[in-house]
């Protein structure tokens, strides 16, 4: 098993719509998570850190269910501009298991 | 502050050649990282440096991969002998590290990248 996956998508959706990846960890002992924002050709960007008890920002939501390893992301009111690559990241605790997932790709059309 | 800087932004060697990456990080920053990205791999940890020193080089792939980091400015990566399967973005990151609101401040920014293609 892969130690964070991630569906690759792409996901398809217009202007507008909701949308929502999951992303699942391995390690029980993983203890702190991250959605990284890479657009085409770019550098990856910090897009918001998880924590335990969930936390929004503005559309973004990011949700942590410990019980059943994983995290999401939830976009909504999607923008053009959401279009990106979202990737998943998670650290069992110091900076050498800081894994990245291989990203879910979002399009949005108009 | 002008973020992370990397150079060159674009490589194309010969197998066999050595190839040198360039990285500046953000001023103030303590951790350096390097990192391969590819689509088969997605991103890896090649190795990270605390106040110039390395730390972890576990991800670096064989003895043809080296970095050094003599002062807080800058790092280089080198490949020597490049082989085409080497092919692909290297990111240099820094992370200011330390605490911030009571969570450790791992947030990473990373640099333009650097695309290598050996042929």
């Known amino acids: 098993r892969k130690e964070v996956e991630q569906d690759p998508g792409p996901f398809n959706v217009p202007e507008g719509a909701t949308v929502a990846f999951n992303c699942t960890y391995s390690?029980?002992?993983?203890?702190?998570f991250f959605w990284y924002r890479q657009d085409c050709r770019k550098e990856p960007k910090l897009l918001m850190s998880?924590?335990?008890s969930g936390n929004e920002d503005g559309r973004f939501t990011a949700q942590l269910n410990r019980a059943s390893q994983y995290i999401s992301l939830l976009i909504r009111d999607s923008k053009l501009s959401d279009s990106a690559t979202y990737l998943c990241?998670?650290?069992?605790?110091?900076?050498?298991?800081?894994?990245f997932g291989k990203g879910t790709m979002l399009l949005v059309s108009p | 502050d002008a973020g992370v800087i990397q150079s060159p932004r674009h490589e194309v060697t010969e197998m066999g050649q050595e190839v040198t990456l360039r990285c500046k990080p953000i001023?103030?920053?303590?951790?350096l990282f390097w990192y391969r990205q590819t689509m088969m791999r997605g991103l890896e940890l090649l190795i990270y440096?605390?106040?110039?020193?390395?730390?972890?080089d576990s991800g670096m792939p064989e003895d043809r991969f080296s970095a050094k980091m003599p002062n807080a400015s800058f790092s280089t990566l080198k490949i020597q002998p490049s082989e085409p399967r080497d092919s692909a973005v290297y990111f240099c990151?820094?992370?200011?590290?330390?605490?911030?609101?009571?969570?450790?401040?791992?947030?990473?920014?990373f640099g333009p990248g650097t695309r290598l293609l050996v042929l």
């Open positions: 990151a820094s992370s200011p590290g330390g605490w911030d609101r009571g969570f450790v401040e791992e947030t990473q920014y």
């Open positions: 390690n029980s002992a993983s203890q702190s």
């Open positions: 998880v924590y335990s």
């Open positions: 990241v998670v650290n069992q605790g110091g900076y050498s298991t800081l894994t």
């Open positions: 001023s103030g920053h303590d951790y």
């Open positions: 440096f605390n106040n110039n020193v390395p730390i972890d």
